[in-house]
């Protein structure tokens, strides 16, 4: 049991995620309770928003003990992409009830209905205490910087603002008993709510299309290689992928013949390493030219040939 120490960030991480959850589940029902009771669609709007945050905090709890699997001869890197997967149907559930709201929004500015400002206003703030509660009991644990602890961050986030939302109408409605403040508040917390999912989408999708994370540039990590390791003269047939937010890259490069093969080797993993933290790297290493219509396999840059002159 001496690795067990390894383990805790992903311990930490789940009980924090165990501890919002509850919190989180436990408020959002008191908002739909809430919501319905007093009639308010941007009380509603928040409780919304919490039920794709208890999704999203689940779906994180689930990742991070499927995480946790050795990884196998069918699933080589264990199960770290679930935690991607769980990124993205989040995202997407999140769209789903931004529309929804929207709509009933839409609906709510033709037909005004009657909202309880004060029963309004004791949900809303209860619903503040809590979100401030899951995001800080999140946010103590971000120093993992796990796309799932993130993404749940983020959402607890979102649904502060929301909680804000409702209280101003609340005010609102209790002072000058202008209902419409009640729709008009729901749909912000929607854009509010909508603006977190596009940037999940967006990062999982490229996750999940094999995308190289992007704040790698790859000509310039080629230009790089081989001018700060001489014996290098060409780098061609990159590939740089992320798996679980870990940065995984091949690449075949064309060396002069060296005199110690491993020690060159281990150079260049160092260089990718150092430079670029990508820990994970499988390098094959050639002495003729690269030859044949694959050289130029995805390369625009032939900027290697320059380095004949050696």
Request: charged share 15%; with cysteine.
């Amino acid at each position: 049991m001496a690795h067990s120490h390894s383990h805790t960030p992903q311990n930490t991480n789940a009980r924090r995620l165990l501890w919002a959850f509850a919190i989180t589940t436990l408020f959002m029902v008191a908002e739909v309770i809430g919501g319905l009771v007093s009639g308010s669609l941007a009380l509603l709007a928040d409780a919304g928003h919490m039920l794709t945050d208890a999704a999203a905090l689940l779906v994180a709890l689930v990742a991070v003990q499927f995480a946790r699997r050795p990884p196998n001869t069918r699933h080589t890197f264990g199960w770290l992409r679930l935690t991607t997967l769980a990124a993205f149907v989040n995202a997407i559930a999140l769209v789903v009830i931004t529309i929804l709201i929207v709509w009933e929004a839409i609906q709510r500015f033709y037909q005004p209905q009657p909202v309880a400002g004060g029963m309004m206003l004791i949900v809303a703030f209860a619903g503040l205490a809590a979100n401030i509660a899951s995001f800080w009991i999140l946010h103590r644990g971000s120093e993992e910087k796990n796309l799932n602890v993130r993404a749940a961050a983020l959402h607890v986030l979102g649904d502060l603002l929301g909680s804000v939302g409702a209280i101003v109408a609340a005010l609102v409605i209790l002072w000058t008993g202008w209902t419409p403040i009640d729709p008009i508040l729901s749909v912000l917390v929607s854009c509010l709510v909508l603006r977190s999912a596009w940037s999940l989408l967006k990062e999982s999708v490229n996750e999940l299309l094999e995308g190289a994370p992007g704040a790698i540039d790859i000509e310039s990590l080629k230009r790089k290689l081989s001018r700060s390791i001489p014996e290098v003269r060409n780098v061609h047939h990159v590939h740089l992928w992320l798996v679980g937010e870990k940065p995984l890259i091949t690449l075949h490069v064309q060396v002069i013949p060296p005199h110690d093969h491993d020690a060159l080797l281990g150079r260049i993993h160092h260089f990718l390493a150092h430079e670029y933290q990508i820990e994970h790297a499988t390098v094959q290493m050639e002495y003729q030219p690269c030859e044949g219509p694959n050289c130029d396999l995805n390369e625009h840059d032939h900027s290697g040939h320059a380095h004949h002159h050696h």
